[in-house]
């Protein structure tokens, strides 16, 4: 049994005096909000625990801070090791005797690490920080004294090890410095142990070796997130972690990562509660390699902030002063026109020189309150465009709100959903173009135009369905044009030469130089003009007048139709001027039949020639007459008959007809 424990003794001792689980001062952190973030807060130093991690971020403290932590170390190891840490911190900005100058700030803080009874750290820490270049660079340094002490009893008497006395301690000095080149970036270094003090039981020195933090941080105003790199005696280990507030900054959530040499990986989280005069932390932390079968640590923080908050002002140059004041006017003017996100900048401009302005904090705070209101009345416009389609414009108005406040979400998702909707109809598009349909993905991608002109591809995409659509165009012309030549052939084989002709013509008017219809039209033509000469050698003059007509109707063009229309035409009318005078002879002789045949050839020839038809009209009188005299009722009947054909209603014709009717009726009667 008694061997048993000097064993689990020695292992513990030994345990604890190896680097690579838990070297002496190097412990897993202080304070619940900086392990709660894996221990990343070399660049970040925002409070008291710059102490601990920075001690030129004690420059950036306004207040008193007072923090107490404890936490309890890998809970839950087999052998039932109670690891506890344990600190107090405080820190205290000095205000100089000038107004706005300040001599830095101090502090002092006490750290415990033990182990029961069996091993003990102390730590007293004297920090001081201050600001070396306006808010831009600080400095720091740490005073500390160590001690550590081993358990006494039987055991360690009688361990060479503990011959010189189971208690060493030693102080050590830390040197660091914080650069902020903007109001959100800085950057951290420390060096500890700068002067290597010896921790260790054993006659020969085994100097503590100086170890190097470097940090980098992105600082907002409820976010931040950082990296730190350490390197001490060989070993580079790195911790990401970052922290969010919400809920106006009184809940905060934090989380990080280590991990390094000797399989060192760590993950923690953290949460805070923050109240005006105090602040609550919790860590969770937990090893991924090395130790297993434990619920991890455990840490837990109380932070005071009091006293009057000390502002720091720095005396001007001329020259400063002479941008602050350009800065004020221009801002002052920005600010009188309303445009308010410029004006914003330039104030801000002023916080570079003066970090803590008053006036252009005042303008600040008024120009977002005015903001606030003036997003919401964009918002509503922006709304009434995006509804009625006018995207382009609805989208104008929430970039304007993103200038405004680039962190609104709702105008970033506004802009997100026009975007997937321009994407959408940019791929129907493409999907249109690929099934042949162009007009229809034109008119998609058209509406990508009306918003997005410079939308890329959009126009070659047009342009290139404007192409197919002409090749598309020019298939189905080809197309049309064989099937109305062919349609236009089968007419005319059936003797149906006004159908042909019109299945040409739309050939025609789709293509003027088709010369198949062309040559098409030739055929047709001479066909007709070949059958009108042939009626006109037979002397079917008329015939042959109708069937070049028809074939100027279908031709207007065929010039040698138009002639032989013209010298048939001059031939009839030659020809009916010499029956005329014929017939005039006869009827000068009083041979009113002669006279009466040649006139109605010669009608026949020219049915419009007003001169014979009157002559002719008198010639049937006069003969009707003769007949009516001769008791040729019939005969007068008849040609009276002829003579209202050529003048309808003409008097005596009338009259004489219903004569001779009447006379006829008497005579059927009297039988």
């Not at 006139?599 to 003969?623: D, G, R, S, V």
Request: proline share 2%; glycine share 6%.
């Amino acid at each position: 049994m008694k061997n048993n424990k000097r064993f689990l003794i020695t292992v513990i001792i030994y345990l604890l005096c190896n680097s690579y689980l838990y070297a002496h001062f190097e412990k897993i952190g202080v304070g619940a909000r900086c392990i709660g973030r894996a221990k990343n807060f070399v660049a970040v130093c925002d409070d008291v625990y710059s102490i601990y991690y920075n001690p030129a971020g004690l420059s950036q403290l306004s207040k008193k801070e007072l923090s107490t932590s404890c936490g309890k170390i890998h809970w839950g190891l087999d052998d039932n090791s109670n690891l506890v840490n344990s600190l107090c911190f405080y820190a205290q900005p000095l205000k100089g005797k000038t107004e706005g100058l300040s001599w830095g700030t101090i502090g002092i803080g006490w750290l415990n690490f033990s182990l029961a009874d069996l091993y003990r750290e102390d730590t007293i820490i004297l920090s001081y920080g201050r600001r070396l270049y306006k808010n831009r660079l600080a400095g720091g340094i740490n005073l500390k004294w160590m001690a550590k002490k081993y358990g006494e009893n039987a055991y360690t008497q009688l361990d060479p090890l503990f011959s010189n006395g189971s208690v060493v301690s030693n102080y050590s000095i830390d040197l660091s410095g914080l650069y902020k080149p903007t109001q959100t970036l800085s950057f951290g270094l420390i060096l500890t142990d700068v002067n290597q003090p010896n921790m260790e039981l054993e006659k020969e020195e085994e100097r503590t070796p100086m170890g190097i933090k470097l940090g980098i941080a992105y600082k907002k105003d409820v976010f931040n997130v950082g990296l730190d790199t350490h390197y001490k005696d060989d070993s580079l280990k790195f911790y990401a972690g970052g922290e969010k507030w919400i809920f106006q900054k009184i809940l905060g959530i934090r989380g990080g990562i280590g991990a390094g040499d000797h399989l060192y990986r760590n993950l923690t989280c953290g949460i805070s509660w923050n109240y005006p005069l105090f602040q609550i932390d919790y860590a969770f932390a937990y090893p991924i390699y090395g130790i297993e079968e434990m619920y991890g640590t455990h840490q837990i923080s109380l932070t005071l902030k009091f006293g009057k908050e000390i502002i720091y002002k720095y005396p001007l140059t001329e020259k400063e002063q002479a941008v602050v004041t350009a800065y004020l006017r221009e801002g002052i003017d920005l600010y009188q026109k309303k445009r308010l996100a410029e004006a914003r900048i330039i104030f801000k401009k002023i916080f570079r020189l003066v970090p803590r302005s008053e006036l252009a904090h005042q303008y600040i705070n008024s120009i977002n309150g005015r903001i606030k209101i003036e997003i919401k009345s964009i918002y509503k416009k922006a709304s009434s465009y995006y509804k009625n389609s006018l995207w382009k414009e609805a989208e104008k108005q929430w970039q304007y709100i993103l200038i405004l406040n680039r962190n609104e979400k709702q105008a970033q998702a506004f802009i997100q959903s026009i975007k997937q909707k321009i994407d959408k109809y940019f791929q129907q598009g493409i999907n249109l173009s690929q099934e042949k349909k162009y007009v229809q993905a034109i008119k998609e991608w058209e509406k990508i135009v009306k918003v997005y002109p410079d939308y890329p591809q959009i126009n070659e995409k047009i342009q290139q369905a404007l192409i197919n659509i002409k090749k598309q165009k020019l298939l189905l012309k080809k197309e049309i044009i064989q099937k109305y030549i062919k349609e236009g052939l089968n007419s005319y084989r059936n003797k149906n030469y006004f159908s042909a002709a019109r299945k040409w013509k739309q050939v025609l008017s789709l293509d003027p130089e088709q010369k198949e219809v062309l040559h098409l039209f030739t055929e047709l033509g001479n066909e007709l003009f070949e059958k009108g000469t042939l009626s006109y050698q037979n002397g079917k003059f008329k015939e042959a007048i109708n069937q070049w007509t028809q074939l100027l109707k279908l031709t207007p063009t065929y010039v040698r139709a138009k002639r032989a229309i013209q010298k048939t035409r001059k031939e009839f009318i030659e020809k009916s001027a010499k029956l005329h005078q014929q017939g005039i002879k006869e009827y000068n002789a009083g041979k009113y039949l002669k006279a009466i045949i040649l006139w109605e050839k010669a009608l026949q020839i020219t049915p419009q020639h007003q001169k014979i038809k009157n002559i002719c009209l008198e010639a049937y009188l006069a003969q009707g007459i003769i007949y009516y005299r001769e008791n040729k009722l019939k005969e007068a009947e008849k040609i009276w008959e002829k003579a209202l054909i050529i003048q309808p209603g003409h008097k005596k014709a009338t009259k004489y007809l219903r004569r001779a009717k009447t006379k006829i009726k008497r005579l059927k009667e009297l039988k």
